[in-house]
Each structure stands twice: as C-alpha cells, then as structure tokens.
C-alpha cells in the first residue's frame, strides 16, 4: 500500500499550487476511511493542515490556511487534494498526505499510511 504525493513546487508569494495524493498497491479502496494533509518544517513537529471525513461531510483546517486552502477527494480514484491559493511564505514545507485509520480524524496518531511528502516553497 502506497500514497504518491505530487503537486509540489517554487512558487511565489501570492500564486497557488494543487497538491495531489493517490493511494495504491492494493485491491481495495479509502472510501471509508478519512484523509487529511500535514506539514513539516526542518526542526519542528508534523503539523495539521487539513482533513476531510469519508464521505467528505466534514472537513476541518487549520486557522492559518482557512479561506485559502481547500481540501477534497475523490473516492473512485482514491486521491485526496489540497488546492492552496494565495501561498504565503510561512506555507514553505514539507507536505504529507495520510490515510487515518477511523471514518475522519485531524489528529496525525490516527493516521496508519503516509505518503513521501512533496516540497512546497514559496518565496517573497
């Protein structure tokens, strides 16, 4: 079981990015479980960005991407994507995309598969 994340990139501040993340290697689906987006800088812990439910009922962001990033699936191609506009520099990161082991959850201990990440830095 893989999740192959891409979209990343060097973009300047303002301009916007659409992350992607697919899941494969297995006969099987992630319609029932939820996904979400983390990040990570040098130093720092993973942090939340976004999440979405199963059925994508209930999303949930972090405050400092609200209103700029959106987050949504599709289940008949087991992706997840991020699409982030207005990028501010403080966005540069290291992007994961995960598989949570419940229906949804925000929190990265629910989540049992990662994706490698993907590089998203944006300058002034």
């Known amino acids: 079981v893989q999740l192959q994340a891409s979209g990343g990139g060097l973009v300047q501040a303002g301009d916007s990015l659409r992350l992607s993340c697919v899941a494969s290697g297995r006969a099987r689906t992630w319609s029932n479980n939820g996904m979400g987006w983390f990040r990570q800088v040098p130093g720092k812990e993973r942090e939340f960005v976004a999440a979405?439910?199963?059925?994508?009922?209930?999303?949930q962001y972090t405050d400092s991407v609200k209103g700029r990033f959106t987050i949504s699936r599709d289940n008949g191609k087991n992706t997840v994507y991020l699409q982030m506009n207005s990028l501010k520099e403080e966005d540069t990161a290291v992007y994961f995309c995960?598989?949570?082991?419940?229906?949804?959850?925000?929190?990265?201990?629910?989540?049992?598969?990662w994706g490698q990440g993907t590089q998203v830095t944006v300058s002034s």
């Open positions: 979405i439910s199963w059925n994508g009922g209930i999303i």
């Open positions: 995960g598989v949570s082991r419940s229906a949804y959850s925000a929190n990265s201990a629910s989540y049992t598969t």
